[in-house]
Structure formats: C-alpha cells, structure tokens
C-alpha cells in the first residue's frame, strides 16, 4: 500500500506522482505513423476515439476502431498508423499487473494459437472503467503513480471477470510463452549483454543456475540461442532496412568491420553488402545452419568472452 510521505506538499513534487508510462493516455493526429520495431514491453492498446491501422503478426493490415483493443508481445514487430484522429490508452508492461495471479492465469490458460486474431470489443464495464481512467489523465489535479497502477490491476480485474474465458485466453495468448518472470527477463535483456557471465549477473543468478534455468526452458544453452536471436536480428536488419552496415555493426556489438563482414559468410554465406545485393536480385538468403553440436557449443561458450 502506498502513502503519500509528504502531506500538505504539492503532489507535484512527490516521487509516487511520477509515471513510469504504465499507462498513457495519447493523441494521435492523422496519418501518425509508427513504423515496423520490435516491442520492449509488451502492451495493450485501447482506442477511444478514430481509428488506427495496425500490422503486426497478429494483426496484419486490420484497422482498430473505437472500444476496441489489442495486445502485443513483448519481442513482437508492430507498425501503426493513425487513420483519424486517434484518442487512445497504451498501458505497458513486463509482468501482468494483476489483483490475484493465480485466478489470472488460471483464466487465460488456451492449450492451442488461435486460428483468427480479432480485436477485443469493449464491453459495458471496461468501457465505463476506460472513461474513468481517461479522466484522470485529463484532470488539472497531478496524477499519482500509485493510482496509476492501481487503475491498471483494475483493467486486468474487468478483463479476466467480465468476459467468457475463451475470448480472454485468446486476447492473451501472444503473452502466454513470457508469463514466468525468467522469460521476461530473457526478452528484455538479451539484446543488452556481452556475455553469459552479464547476462547471470544482470538477473541476481550465479552462472551454474543460470545456465540450468535456460537450458530447461529453452533447450539449447545460452550462448548457441543468444548467437542465432543476433543472427536473426542482423538478417533482419540488412534486408528490411537501408541502415548502413556500420550502423548495423555497432547495433550487435561488433568492434570491427572485418569482424562484422566475417560473421555474415558465417551465418549467411556471404558478406553484408553482397547479402543485400544478392537479395536484391531476388535470392532467398537464409541463415546457414551450424555443425557444431549443443555439447560443443556448450564448450565453446565458456571459452569465449563475449556472445558475439
């Protein structure tokens, strides 16, 4: 519970009244356009007023209209645009801010992907709750963090109470592999560490824990899984962009050119400008496949100092 430790003080001021961007109330003027990036979080987009074109994996090429919402994974590539005028709500986040875990995945539990995503219509009760919240957002009184976070666990009560369990199962599902906080852990930060040793540290594990934790959840130990997320990353990178291929090097961490040049015949058989030219002209370039075993790599990972 939350108190405010500075009564009689401009709310202003206090710490608890600054947002982290949990939930954030956003005007979009038409043709606003967010291009295609992967998502750091995962969210849920309310729409309010207008509409607004989604493409997103889920969601490719559909238009999102007023009392409708969508959720994304954290780790998934979206891309909007507002068609209107847009009033919507983002709430944003890495663990599912809910009044009673247990009860919550209990009621998302959906053993197969759906077949169709659609998007979730607001019913009479979330809608009255997304009206109240936008209210505070417009209010001359400073809103304070601790409410924000409670109006959030609100939406999440309203979702998981008042609507069928499969229709709430499907909404849900893109999250469903990053509900266990290792996972989560995992996608937010495997882009941001140079080693294994970081990468447990970062997480408060010691390396042998860490090491078991992500071979049973993943199959493949930490090294041979974070080199081919790069490898896809990169392959990405060189064929759905115009970045330069400096650029492009210094995003993965490559000290050298050469270096950056080396790994591509590696991973696609060539190097990055004749990846790009070779696409260009039509080839499916894919990544190579790799011949060293899970046992080697394994070996390989407490040789080297860094993932890349």
């Given at each position: 519970m939350h108190n405010c430790p500075q009564n009689g003080v401009d709310c202003s001021q206090c710490t608890l009244s600054k947002?982290?961007?949990?939930?954030?109330?956003?005007?979009?003027?038409?043709?606003?356009?967010?291009?295609?990036?992967?998502?750091?979080?995962?969210?849920?987009?309310?729409?309010?007023?207008?509409?607004?074109?989604?493409?997103?994996?889920?969601?490719?090429?559909?238009?999102?209209?007023?009392?409708?919402?969508?959720?994304?994974?954290?780790?998934?590539?979206?891309?909007?645009?507002?068609?209107?005028?847009?009033?919507?709500?983002?709430?944003?986040?890495?663990?599912?801010?809910?009044?009673?875990?247990?009860?919550?995945?209990?009621?998302?539990?959906?053993?197969?992907?759906?077949?169709?995503?659609?998007?979730?219509?607001?019913?009479?009760?979330?809608?009255?709750?997304?009206?109240?919240?936008?209210?505070?957002?417009?209010?001359?009184?400073?809103?304070?963090?601790?409410?924000?976070?409670?109006?959030?666990?609100?939406?999440?009560?309203?979702?998981?109470?008042?609507?069928?369990?499969?229709?709430?199962?499907?909404?849900?599902?893109?999250?469903?592999?990053?509900?266990?906080?290792?996972?989560y852990f995992v996608m937010k930060n495997y882009t941001k560490i140079r080693n294994t040793e970081e990468f447990a540290h970062l997480g408060g594990y010691t390396m042998t824990t860490f090491r078991r934790m992500f071979k049973n959840l993943y199959g493949v130990p930490v090294y041979v899984w974070v080199l081919q997320k790069r490898r896809e990353g990169i392959l990405n990178d060189l064929l759905t962009t115009k970045d330069r291929i400096g650029v492009i090097s210094g995003r993965y961490g490559f000290d050298s050119l050469s270096h950056f040049a080396h790994f591509c015949k590696d991973s696609f058989g060539d190097t990055p400008r004749n990846v790009r030219k070779r696409a260009a002209a039509g080839e499916t370039i894919e990544i190579l496949p790799r011949n060293r075993d899970a046992d080697q790599e394994e070996e390989d990972e407490e040789m080297h100092d860094g993932l890349s």
């Open positions: 947002s982290e961007g949990t939930l954030m109330l956003h005007h979009f003027a038409q043709c606003t356009h967010f291009s295609a990036e992967k998502q750091s979080t995962n969210f849920i987009l309310f729409i309010l007023e207008g509409e607004m074109l989604i493409n997103s994996e889920e969601y490719p090429g559909m238009v999102l209209h007023r009392d409708e919402a969508v959720l994304q994974a954290i780790g998934s590539k979206v891309e909007l645009l507002a068609i209107t005028d847009v009033v919507c709500l983002m709430c944003r986040f890495n663990e599912v801010p809910t009044l009673c875990r247990t009860k919550f995945y209990e009621t998302i539990k959906l053993n197969d992907a759906p077949t169709i995503y659609t998007p979730l219509k607001a019913n009479r009760k979330l809608k009255g709750l997304l009206d109240d919240i936008t209210h505070y957002f417009v209010d001359e009184v400073p809103l304070c963090q601790a409410l924000v976070e409670l109006k959030f666990k609100e939406i999440i009560h309203v979702l998981i109470n008042y609507y069928p369990q499969p229709v709430i199962g499907t909404f849900f599902f893109p999250i469903s592999t990053y509900t266990e906080s290792f996972h």
